[in-house]
Every structure is written in C-alpha cells, then in structure tokens.
C-alpha cells in the first residue's frame, strides 16, 4: 500500500493524470509581449515586466509556470514578476509548450527553457538587461524547467546560435521534481512499472532529465523553496539535491517551509502568508548575490 501511494504520487506530479486545459493570456496588463521562439506554427511569448526607473544592464529573472508539463498558464507568476520588476529587475514570465496544447514531453518544455534564456541574453542589450545577470525561476514542472537549463547539459534547440549560453547565472526553484530517478538508500521511490511510465512522459531516459543526477560543480547559485508537507514533490527530494550540489561546492541554499504543501507559494494563496514569505527569501537571496539592493519591499507591494 505504501509503495502504491508512493507512486501515485509521483504520476500525478510528473503530469501522468489528466488536468483540466487552461488558456494562456493574451496580454498580461503592464507587461509587453514579445516572441521569443517559433516553432512551426507555435510562437511562444514572454511576458516582460519592467522597472519603472531602470537601470542600464538590469538583473533579470524569467519564471515558467507549473502544470505537470502538460497544462498550466504563465500568469501563475505574473505577481513576483510584479514584485521583481519593482525591486530593479527586468522581470518575465514565460510560455512554453506543454502537453494539453502542443502535445509536446517534458524534452520540449526543457528545450524552450534554454531558448527563452538564450533568447533573453541574446537580447540583453535591446532590453535592457544585464547578460551576466540572469535567473530562472519557476514552480513545480517549471521548477523542473529552470533546474534543467542550470544543470542538464543538452535539450537545446538546433536552429538557435550554441555560441550564446542557455545557462542562467541564478536558479529559484519552487517545489521543483529534481529526483526523477532511483537514487541509492531510496528504494521505494521508484519501481520498474513507474521508470516506463515515466519515460513515456518524458520523452527521454529519466536520469538524463533528473537534475540530481546531473550536479556537478560549477553551477549556478540556487535558492530552493520547498513545503515540507508537500504530498506531490516530497521534501525530502529537495533536501537531498540542496545538499549534493552543495557538497560539490556550487552555491546552493533550501528554504523549507513547515507545514506546507504543494504550490504554497501561489500568489492568492492562504491570504498571500506564503507569497509574501517566499518572496522575502528570494528578495534575500537576490540582495546576497547583489542583484538587489536595500530592504525587501513585499508588505508595501502587497498593500498597493
């Protein structure tokens, strides 16, 4: 029964159950629109966020929503990209294709990753931002999505210019599925019948898709927020990639919150306590890097 509940649970996190099929916005209001990928008939778009007195070479952070790799919306992120945008950053939140849309595996999501961050260094200059400063972030499957361009070699898309690195200079994972193979000393985690399954969602070998199988040193700093009570992504997945990719010395950091569960985060969530608490963090993480400067400024943003 355990070992049953154990992988019900990772199905439903890998997206294997169905979800209801959202629509994307047309427009995000204050934000522009801009493609930054085409793919046969598919334009897929960021929603950029600006600073009302930007700086010259400005940090930037480009989100990608949750959903299972098969549904979800961009506008999942529209408030901390709200909120970003007010601290200095040039903030965007990002398309990319999923299944229920495009009919697309996991390769695909983690391919338009890479692009949307290759695209926006290729464009730094044109928006403003700083190429050396860039953060991916995201929640859930595009907690996945971000881990991925910061640590999994490859799944680029061919007719892009490789000369322009897809790698983000920062990481902020939500509630990212980092463990998407047998680790050792975890036994119950996956069994034979769940790695197939698995990796008809996929697209490829899970391990080549599992971010904790592929740290190395070198990386870029990572802040991990997590609830520890999240029946979808466990904990305990979070922790253990916090700590080996600290062992090999890349900058890695795990906020955990007790008693929280999956996508606790979430703008309008439990009267914004976990928005707010979360966005403290990643605003602490930011000002350590030196993105950011002075006090974090979430209770003025939210009372707005």
Same mark, same amino acid.
């Given at each position: 029964? *355990? ?34 990928? &085409? ?7 960021? =929603?950029?966020?600006?600073? @009302?007195?930007?700086? @010259? ?21 529209? *408030? ?26 996991? &390769?695909?999501?983690?391919? $338009?990753?890479?692009?949307? %961050? ?26 996945? %999505?971000?881990?991925? &361009? ?8 061919? $007719?892009? $210019? ?16 980092? %463990? ?6 975890? =036994? ?18 899970? #391990? ?5 199988? *592929? ?8 802040? %991990? ?36 569960? =999956? ?15 979360? #966005?403290?963090? &990643? ?15 979430? $209770? ?5």
């Amino acid at each position: 029964m *355990q070992r049953f509940l154990i992988c019900s649970l990772i199905l439903v996190a890998i997206g294997l159950v169905a979800q209801p099929k959202k629509t994307w916005p047309v427009q995000l209001k204050g934000a522009e629109r801009v493609v930054y990928k &085409t793919v046969g008939d598919t334009q897929l778009h960021l =929603h950029i966020f600006r600073p @009302t007195k930007q700086r @010259t070479k400005a940090p930037a952070v480009v989100f990608f929503f949750g959903g299972g790799w098969r549904s979800g919306t961009p506008a999942q992120f529209e *408030q901390q990209c709200r909120y970003l945008a007010s601290r200095g950053m040039v903030a965007m939140t990002a398309e990319y294709r999923i299944r229920n849309m495009h009919g697309t595996l996991a &390769t695909a999501c983690v391919a $338009d990753g890479k692009s949307a %961050v290759r695209w926006i260094r290729a464009n730094a200059g044109k928006l403003g931002v700083d190429p050396d400063r860039i953060a991916a972030g995201g929640g859930s499957a595009g907690g996945h %999505v971000a881990a991925c &361009t910061g640590v999994i070699d490859g799944f680029e898309s061919k $007719d892009e $210019d490789h000369k322009i690195s897809s790698v983000p200079n920062a990481m902020v994972l939500f509630n990212p599925p980092c %463990v998407l193979a047998p680790i050792p000393g975890r =036994h119950d985690f996956l069994n034979a019948d769940n790695i197939t399954a698995l990796k008809e969602r996929m697209g490829a070998e899970p #391990m080549d898709l599992s971010p904790w199988h *592929q740290i190395k040193k070198g990386q870029p700093p990572t802040l %991990v927020l997590h609830g520890e009570k999240d029946p979808t992504v466990k904990f305990w997945t979070a922790k253990v990639f916090v700590e080996k990719s600290a062992a090999v010395g890349n900058q890695t950091e795990l906020a955990a919150y007790p008693g929280e569960a =999956h996508g606790f985060f979430n703008y309008g969530r439990n009267g914004n306590k976990m928005f707010i608490a979360t #966005m403290q963090r &990643t605003d602490a993480f930011l000002n350590k890097l030196g993105w950011i400067k002075g006090e974090p400024t979430i $209770d003025a943003f939210i009372r707005r």
